[in-house]
């Protein structure tokens, strides 16, 4: 069994978490909402035994890593910088980047600025299909209207920290549990049709499992998950949120610039985001050495905690390909 050793790291004016073994090319897993280093709890052993360096920060909010208070701390440009600077802290000069969640903007906007240090991209879970042509969040209002959208209702500030803190462990089984393939669903989950009025609060429309856990999470897992947030709070990944539109301004320099290192989708077919043929197309034409799609069928949006070793052997697969 290949140990996973802990440090911080000094990078962009922050303090970061990080979780790393094995030696060789480097490889940073990037963690999405509400997650940390330990999503790829999994991975990290697996690709070490591979021949890789594998490095896994807490993100900027999360966990012990520094959780600065203004919501422009947050912007693409920093979390961004974040893994651009850990690089260099770590003595290299190029890397593989590897996202799921919220980490996956991350890592194609990383492939797609900085394609002289990322020399190849994985995404979990979020594919690429290039810039949007108006800012996302109002285009979310104006389709949504008066019903309810997870990532409209995150926009004011100390509205969804109240309810997500408000009891951290029923938190954290109903948003792993929800979002899993535990619950079937076909073509993601955002749309307008059954979805409550804009007033509602998140959490209360969602099972709350209890101890009857999927065979993938385990109460110790979920442990893990509740320590962490209790000591950071849910501000800061909910501040990456907050900057959806900002961040949409901020990389228009780099609209229509299409991403040609060799990358890798995953996900799985109960995932809340939707994913589709059409989507297909549309990240093959934006990601031009998009190597491999791999759907997992019964699989949530916790693809690399729901199906690790399915996972493992795509991203080994992928990067021995390299």
Same mark, same amino acid.
């Given at each position: 069994?290949? +140990?996973i050793?802990?440090?911080?790291?000094? =990078?962009?004016?922050?303090?970061?978490h990080?979780?790393?073994?094995? +030696?060789?090319?480097?490889v940073?897993?990037?963690? !999405?909402?509400p997650?940390?280093w330990?999503?790829?709890?999994? /991975?990290?052993?697996?690709?070490?035994?591979?021949?890789?360096?594998v490095?896994?920060p807490? /993100?900027?909010?999360?966990g =012990?890593?520094?959780a600065?208070?203004?919501?422009?701390?947050?912007?693409i440009?920093?979390? &961004?910088?974040?893994?651009?600077?850990?690089?260099?802290?770590? $003595?290299?000069k190029?890397?593989?980047?590897? $996202?799921h969640?919220?980490?996956?903007?991350?890592?194609?906007a990383?492939?797609?600025?900085?394609?002289?240090?990322?020399?190849?991209? #994985?995404?979990?879970?979020?594919?690429?299909?290039? %810039?949007?042509a108006?800012?996302?969040?109002?285009?979310?209002?104006?389709?949504? !209207?008066?019903?309810?959208?997870?990532?409209?209702?995150?926009? &004011?500030?100390? *509205?969804?920290?109240?309810?997500l803190?408000?009891?951290?462990? *029923?938190?954290? %089984?109903?948003?792993l549990?929800? !979002?899993?393939?535990?619950? @079937? %669903?076909? !073509?993601?989950s955002f749309?307008v049709?059954?979805?409550?009025?804009?007033?509602?609060?998140?959490?209360?429309?969602?099972?709350?499992?209890? +101890?009857?856990?999927?065979a993938?999470? &385990?109460?110790?897992?979920?442990?893990?998950?509740?320590?962490?947030?209790?000591?950071?709070?849910?501000?800061?990944?909910?501040?990456?949120?907050?900057?959806? +539109?900002?961040?949409? #301004?901020? &990389?228009a320099?780099?609209?229509?610039?299409?991403?040609? /290192?060799? #990358?890798?989708?995953v #996900?799985g077919?109960?995932d809340?985001?939707?994913?589709?043929?059409?989507? @297909?197309?549309?990240? %093959?034409?934006?990601? =031009?050495?998009?190597?491999?799609?791999?759907?997992?069928?019964?699989?949530?949006?916790?693809?690399? /905690?729901?199906?690790?070793?399915? *996972?493992?052997?795509?991203?080994? $697969?992928?990067?021995?390909?390299?």
């Amino acid at each position: 069994m290949t +140990d996973i050793s802990h440090r911080t790291v000094q =990078t962009n004016h922050v303090n970061l978490h990080i979780a790393e073994a094995g +030696d060789g090319p480097l490889v940073v897993l990037c963690h !999405g909402f509400p997650e940390s280093w330990y999503s790829w709890r999994h /991975q990290i052993p697996a690709l070490a035994n591979a021949g890789f360096h594998v490095v896994a920060p807490d /993100q900027r909010g999360y966990g =012990t890593s520094d959780a600065p208070e203004e919501i422009s701390a947050y912007s693409i440009m920093q979390l &961004t910088g974040d893994i651009v600077g850990l690089v260099h802290a770590l $003595g290299e000069k190029q890397a593989v980047v590897v $996202g799921h969640d919220w980490g996956s903007p991350v890592a194609w906007a990383l492939a797609q600025m900085r394609p002289d240090m990322f020399r190849a991209v #994985a995404s979990l879970s979020v594919p690429f299909t290039g %810039r949007a042509a108006w800012p996302p969040i109002q285009g979310m209002r104006q389709y949504f !209207g008066d019903r309810f959208f997870y990532q409209i209702y995150f926009q &004011t500030p100390g *509205v969804a920290e109240h309810e997500l803190q408000h009891d951290i462990p *029923v938190t954290m %089984r109903k948003m792993l549990y929800g !979002g899993s393939g535990a619950i @079937e %669903r076909s !073509g993601g989950s955002f749309g307008v049709e059954g979805a409550p009025p804009a007033s509602s609060y998140m959490l209360a429309r969602m099972p709350d499992p209890g +101890d009857d856990l999927p065979a993938w999470l &385990t109460a110790a897992d979920v442990d893990v998950y509740v320590e962490a947030f209790t000591q950071s709070g849910f501000r800061g990944g909910l501040n990456w949120y907050r900057n959806i +539109d900002h961040n949409w #301004a901020l &990389t228009a320099a780099f609209d229509g610039k299409k991403i040609e /290192q060799p #990358a890798l989708f995953v #996900a799985g077919d109960r995932d809340v985001v939707p994913f589709s043929d059409q989507a @297909e197309q549309a990240m %093959r034409e934006v990601v =031009t050495d998009l190597k491999d799609v791999v759907v997992l069928p019964g699989i949530g949006h916790w693809t690399q /905690q729901e199906a690790p070793e399915a *996972v493992n052997d795509a991203l080994i $697969g992928f990067l021995k390909a390299l």
